[in-house]
């Protein structure tokens, strides 16, 4: 069994900042891709950033310059550092590891965190 658990979402001002963090736990083996997805009422999930072991890192055009992925490999964990929000990044923010097991590989997910920004 593996779990995704995330902490930080809240609700917060245009222009201010929230950091997310998702945290890995179980029988993990090793774990690839890590990344930070969101879901808006209404909209499809979407990919807002993801980072490998390596570190090579990957963001959705509309949080370039403001969003920065980062992970501690020895926590699996992953944050997610928001700065400069905007109302239109309101959605519930999901955390997704590639995750290897010693019976099998496949792709976890979180429970999800609100983000809310006001104008």
């Known amino acids: 069994q593996v779990h995704l658990v995330e902490s930080g979402g809240g609700l917060v001002q245009a222009g201010g900042s929230l950091r997310l963090s998702c945290a890995a736990s179980?029988?993990?083996?090793?774990?690839?891709?890590m990344g930070w997805y969101r879901q808006a009422p209404g909209k499809q999930r979407e990919l807002v950033a993801d980072?490998?072991?390596?570190?090579?890192?990957n963001y959705a055009d509309s949080v370039k310059g403001r969003f920065t992925i980062s992970r501690d490999n020895a926590k699996n964990t992953v944050y997610l550092q928001m700065s400069s929000l905007k109302p239109e990044d309101t959605a519930v923010y999901y955390c997704?590891?590639?995750?290897?097991?010693?019976?099998?590989?496949?792709?976890?997910w979180g429970q999800g965190t609100q983000v809310t920004v006001s104008s």
């Open positions: 980072t490998t072991k390596t570190g090579s890192t």
């Open positions: 997704r590891a590639a995750v290897a097991t010693v019976l099998a590989s496949g792709y976890y």
């Open positions: 179980g029988s993990i083996f090793s774990i690839n891709v």
